[in-house]
């Protein structure tokens, strides 16, 4: 990058991008804690709310302890009639299980529980929860009852355990729950009384996204993100949500269309630095190009002039003698002068085509006839520099309208980068034919070939390809493929390149059929 670009490119980074980033951020981080702020005071009441629900249950089921130790208390032969009824009054409740402490069990409500399936993986978990019921017994000691659930419970069961004491012996009672049951129904009136049309309360089974119970009883998909587990039900899930729409999608809405606005202002700001930087930085580039066309240029006619003059010097000095080397000399004199004509009809080409003053004057033209003219005029500096020439023309092609004097120049361009890019293989073939609705004609290398990325800008005017140092070891302008390019335009035709580091490259010139 050049000092002057250096320098613009800062200054348009001090005066717009900066500021711009700056004001970007520190309203992205205002809005980003305020929403933070607003989700943190909905999150904090919505879990208040569930913490009720959980508070309710937990105060249910330790009614439910409360009752069932009166009972147990009460010695009267209609105990087990008594504990019965508890079982009628909560559907949910399927079970009543009494176990003393070596978990043998002493009763159960109702009594054909005793013989069920469960029993046996029930009385596992306990064992394998040890460590749970000494907790419960330490609750107990110090006058607290502590119910907790254990084991990992059958979907449609769940198993609260809690200690009492009949007679001064410690009892474990295991409550037998029907989980989703207990929730739909002996919730379901606190949950109805919280929700008041202003929540959507939903149960979840864990691992689930849709819930198995709704307080509007709709059982709607909509996603609910706020959710707490039931302190009582081992893999159950309560969530909350507000009705229709929430806090977050409103903070969500109104942080969103702030961010637009800003995006769009720094868009806008942005891609206005963008295109001032890109022209600016085009013109010193193109100033750049100009400046070293001008000193590849007078390189370029400086050298031929040089030589020119210095074998006429030392012609018109009569130095030399032998007919031979008059013959050379006369030879290096004819190269160097069609040399410089080339270079000064390009840039009297190019001079027209800037300015739009370059004519075209279209007539039937036969390819291969155009062609093989060229190639003739050429035919000296291509055997003097070594060079083997191949034309193999396809006999049967069709007339195409087109300037013979601009399809000559377009060739010879072509003909001219192929000698200048050759290295050891100096091997030129020309073909033509025809392809489609188009004729062609091909100058095919074995030269340094050109790189996919290159390929991009080589029709571009003073490009010249940097790679290997190719800018100063084979002088040119950088303007010849840009006149082919502007020429083919003017015919309506197609340039194609096909090239690959050294693999040499292939230029087709495709003309319109008349």
Known sequence: MSSSLRKVSLLILAIIVLPVLIFSVFEIGNYRQNEKVIQNIYKNQLEAILFSINQYSDDIIS??????????NNTTPGTEINLSKLTDEVMSMKSIIQLDKNLEIISTVPSFYRDSSFIPEMVSDLRNNSKTIKQLQTYMQGGYRKIESIGNNRSNMQWLVFLTHINDKEVINVLVIDPEKFISQKL?????????????????????????????????????????????????????????????????????????????????????????????????????????????????????????????????????KNAEKIKEYYSVILSETSRLSGIVNRILSFSQIESNKRKYFFSETNINELVENTALTFRYLIENKGFNFSFLPDKELPMVLADKEACADAFMNLLDNAMKYSTEVKDLIVRTGKSEKYVYVEVEDHGIGISENNQKYIFDKFFRVTEMNLANRVKGSGLGLAIVKHIMDAHEGKVYVKSAPGSGSLFRLSFPVS
Do not use: C
């Open 188 to 320: 379901d009136p606190k949950i109805q009384e919280i929700a008041k049309g202003k929540f959507d309360i939903a149960a979840f089974r864990s691992g689930e996204a849709l819930p198995f119970y709704t307080s509007d009883k709709k059982y709607n998909s909509r996603k609910i993100n706020n959710r707490e587990p039931f302190w009582l039900l081992t893999n159950y899930l309560m969530g909350i949500e507000l009705k229709d729409i929430t806090i977050a999608d409103l903070t969500r809405d109104r942080v969103r269309r702030d961010l637009l606005v800003i995006g769009l202002m720094d868009i806008i700001l942005l891609s206005g630095a963008w295109l001032i930087f890109r022209n600016v930085r085009k013109q010193v580039e193109l100033s750049q190009l100009k400046n070293d066309f001008v000193s590849g240029v007078s390189h370029e006619i400086r050298t031929p002039l040089a030589l020119i003059t210095m074998y006429i010097e030392t012609l018109d000095m009569g130095r030399v």
């Open 63 to 72: 009614n439910l302890a409360s009752r069932i130790e009166n009972v147990e």
